[in-house]
């Protein structure tokens, strides 16, 4: 008899072997879908549905996919997500056409080229001392009710259908992310080298309020929640961000403590998104509670080595992600699509502990086909006895 999907992500992220491999697909930005080939999908399979924005934010540009296409992506787990507090949204939502957008850290994102944003505000970016810190007059206000109003009616709906896995996505930036995003990524990484009792401080003071945020999203979701996903991305194509000595003297604490902090709340599974060739880490990540890790960047470094992540962290830790938007997912054929799924489910699947999904994001170079030849390899592929 098939297994619910909750059934199926409960069994794959404890380590057993469901009927089939879990498949996770528009639930946070990390595993979502832009708005061009998300509009492609639904052209494909004749859905009409709005074009909404997770977190109700354009410049995000990502998908806030309807539950028929969900379904048609056969996505077995389904997200409760937080949001900038309502004054902020409005601001953002009656602000000049092509001006900047601000986030409730004061940071934001500008317009490159019309209806391209990249990070483009850093109000940090000249601070290098505590005093700099506590002069900040654009500290976040996490008690703004507004930020999580929806995240109970929201989970509560979908546990009581019992029929998908609830993963909660608060949008946080994880500390060393939103570092960036408050200074810059090259003056962060300068302030760890050169001034690392700044930078911990910052971290530190980031993480403060991340916890803040993430108490009062717990305590509204209670039990109805199977996964927490957080993130920090740690990694490149080629190497790491930060050396591993650097990692464990100054960021490997305040990742620990927060997912401490998680643990002591919440029986849910810590999904942790980091890109790139992030292996040598994988260890630290075992030791600090990391039970799901994402995306897989199957083009990153030792990362590609699938047999030897199954080998040595298989059995303790659960992976999710692996298939490639660098080259495969844009630019492959359907049949290469097909093929390089059930190379990775081959690899990662035997035994449980493995989710497929797309490395990051679906981006706007991927053909809508491409996506269904993904999901549907999963369901073609993916049952076990995994050969």
């Known amino acids: 008899m098939p297994m619910t999907s909750r059934e199926r992500v409960l069994t794959t992220i404890h380590h057993k072997q469901p009927d089939r491999v879990p498949l996770v697909i528009g639930v946070s930005n990390a595993t979502g879908i832009k708005m061009k080939p998300y509009r492609g999908i639904k052209d494909n399979i004749g ?12 410049e995000l540009g990502t ?41 409730s850290w004061g940071s934001g994102q500008s317009e490159a080229k019309p209806g391209d944003w990249f990070p483009g505000l850093h109000p940090l970016l000249e601070a290098q001392t505590i005093g700099d810190l506590d002069s900040y007059p654009g500290w976040p206000d996490m008690s703004d009710p507004t930020r999580i109003a929806h995240v109970k009616p929201s989970a509560e709906r979908l546990a009581k259908e019992n029929q998908f896995a609830i ?9 060393f ?43 509204e979701l209670g039990d109805n929640v199977d996964i927490i996903k957080i993130g920090d991305d740690l990694g490149t194509e080629k190497s790491l961000l930060i050396s591993p000595k650097m990692y ?33 880490l994988i260890e630290d990540f075992i030791e600090i ?14 990362m590609s080595d699938l047999p030897s992540l199954k080998k040595r962290f298989g059995s303790n830790i659960v992976f999710c992600g692996g298939i490639d938007t660098r080259r495969i997912l844009p630019f492959g054929t359907v049949e290469e699509v097909r093929q390089e799924v059930r190379r990775v489910m081959r690899i990662l699947g035997p035994g449980g502990g493995c989710m497929i999904a797309a490395v990051h994001t679906i981006m706007d170079d991927v053909p809508p086909e491409n996506v269904l030849a993904m999901v549907d390899a999963v369901e073609e592929f993916g049952h076990y006895p995994v050969r």
Request: a neutral charge; glycine letters at 4%.
């Open 47 to 58: 859905v009409q549905a709005p074009d909404n924005y997770m977190y109700a934010w354009p």
């Open 63 to 103: 998908a806030e996919i309807d539950e028929m296409t969900m379904r048609r992506l056969r996505s077995d787990v389904r997200g409760v997500l937080d949001l900038e507090p309502e004054t902020v949204r409005k601001r953002n939502r009656e602000r000049p056409p092509h001006s900047d957008c601000v986030d």
């Open 167 to 175: 993963m909660a996505t608060p949008w946080l930036l994880f500390p």
């Open 177 to 219: 992310e939103r570092a960036h995003a408050m200074q810059g990524l090259e003056t962060f990484l300068l302030n760890m080298a050169i001034r690392p009792d700044f930078a911990r401080a910052l971290l530190e003071r980031i993480a403060a309020y991340c916890k803040q945020l993430m108490g009062r999203f717990l305590a």
């Open 248 to 280: 464990r003297e100054i960021l490997k604490p305040i990742h620990a403590d927060f997912i401490s902090f998680i643990k002591e709340r919440t029986n849910a599974k810590i999904f942790f998104h980091t890109d790139g060739d992030v292996a040598p």
């Open 289 to 302: 509670g990391i039970d799901i890790l994402n995306p897989i960047q199957t083009s990153a470094g030792s």
